[in-house]
């Protein structure tokens, strides 16, 4: 977040540098049930984000004094793999990758009916295989669908998008050169049956109208992701379910 107003990154007709308006998504695909060992995956790619999360549990949770008698704890780890950014990433945890876990940990603690897993661990790994601004939004995004794939009861889908202001301009899912030389970032996921946000950081400023115009257009977005997390969960089992039900029955040989 330069805060540098100086670049264009919006032309004159209100174009972004990758051709999208400042309201336009960039485009979405999500898989569910991507990975064979985990209890739940999914794939998410949003723009040029490449992002992969994987479900296990609910387990029993080690180290026990992290126990709690009274419901599971959501464990999230997201990692960002040395060739996912352009410079290679120096591998291992780091302060960003701390913060990223603990806020989306703290979102899926809250959609997960956790109280019906006492002292159990839900962990959700998140590797983010390319980066390009908005892999938080994006793991959030996968996290959800991978804990529906895992059969983990939830309230709800959580999606995820970024909002922001570039060139005195509020955007919608900013991409990294809006994200390094844009004036804010905000990161926002919510739960769509309720209209809850459960996550909402700010880098960067905007002035009220802005913020509150920003949340509508976020709002909007999720509701366009919701659909597309839930489009991946119908192709993985009401297609697969139904592919299953045509296989051809084989007839055992009748004696003559
Ligand atoms: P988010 O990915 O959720 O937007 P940030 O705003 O912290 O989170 O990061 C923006 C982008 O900056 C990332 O998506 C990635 O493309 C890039 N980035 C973050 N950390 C690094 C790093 N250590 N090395 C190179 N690029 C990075």
Request: proline content about 5%; aromatic content about 6%.
């Given at each position: 977040m330069g805060g540098?107003s100086?670049?264009?990154?919006i032309d004159?007709n209100?174009?972004?540098i990758?051709?999208?308006?400042?309201?336009?998504?960039?485009?979405?695909?999500?898989?569910?049930?991507?990975l064979?060992?985990?209890?739940?995956?999914?794939?998410v790619?949003?723009?040029k984000n490449?992002v992969?999360?994987?479900?296990y549990?609910?387990?029993?949770?080690?180290?026990?004094?992290?126990?709690?008698?009274?419901?599971?704890?959501?464990?999230v780890?997201y990692n960002?793999?040395s060739?996912?950014?352009?410079?290679r990433k120096?591998?291992?945890?780091?302060?960003?990758?701390v913060?990223?876990?603990?806020?989306?940990?703290?979102a899926m603690?809250?959609v997960?009916?956790?109280?019906?897993?006492?002292?159990?661990?839900?962990?959700?790994?998140?590797?983010?295989?390319?980066?390009?601004?908005?892999?938080?939004?994006?793991?959030?995004?996968a996290?959800?669908?991978a804990?529906a794939?895992a059969?983990i009861?939830?309230?709800?889908?959580?999606?995820?998008?970024?909002?922001?202001?570039?060139n005195?301009q509020?955007?919608?899912?900013?991409n990294?050169?809006?994200?390094?030389y844009?004036?804010?970032d905000?990161?926002?996921a919510m739960?769509?049956?309720?209209?809850?946000?459960?996550?909402?950081?700010?880098?960067?400023?905007?002035?009220?109208?802005?913020?509150?115009?920003?949340?509508?257009?976020?709002k909007?977005?999720?509701?366009?992701?919701y659909?597309?997390q839930k489009?991946?969960l119908?192709?993985?089992?009401?297609?697969?379910?139904e592919?299953?039900?045509?296989?051809?029955?084989?007839?055992?040989?009748?004696?003559?």
């Amino acid at each position: 977040m330069g805060g540098n107003s100086n670049i264009k990154l919006i032309d004159d007709n209100g174009i972004r540098i990758d051709g999208r308006k400042v309201d336009e998504l960039r485009p979405i695909k999500i898989e569910a049930g991507v990975l064979k060992n985990a209890d739940g995956s999914a794939y998410v790619e949003i723009g040029k984000n490449k992002v992969l999360a994987a479900v296990y549990g609910p387990r029993e949770c080690h180290p026990r004094h992290m126990q709690n008698p009274a419901k599971a704890i959501v464990q999230v780890k997201y990692n960002m793999i040395s060739f996912s950014v352009d410079d290679r990433k120096r591998p291992g945890p780091d302060r960003r990758s701390v913060e990223i876990s603990k806020i989306i940990s703290e979102a899926m603690e809250y959609v997960v009916f956790t109280e019906n897993y006492p002292r159990t661990s839900i962990d959700v790994f998140i590797e983010v295989l390319q980066a390009n601004a908005g892999t938080r939004c994006a793991g959030l995004t996968a996290a959800s669908v991978a804990l529906a794939d895992a059969g983990i009861p939830m309230k709800d889908l959580v999606p995820a998008i970024a909002v922001g202001k570039v060139n005195d301009q509020v955007v919608l899912d900013l991409n990294k050169e809006e994200d390094n030389y844009g004036q804010a970032d905000v990161p926002m996921a919510m739960i769509p049956r309720t209209g809850e946000v459960v996550l909402l950081q700010m880098d960067g400023h905007l002035t009220y109208d802005e913020f509150k115009y920003a949340i509508s257009l976020g709002k909007k977005a999720c509701a366009e992701v919701y659909e597309i997390q839930k489009d991946a969960l119908r192709r993985r089992y009401v297609v697969e379910s139904e592919a299953e039900q045509e296989q051809p029955v084989s007839v055992p040989d009748q004696e003559a």
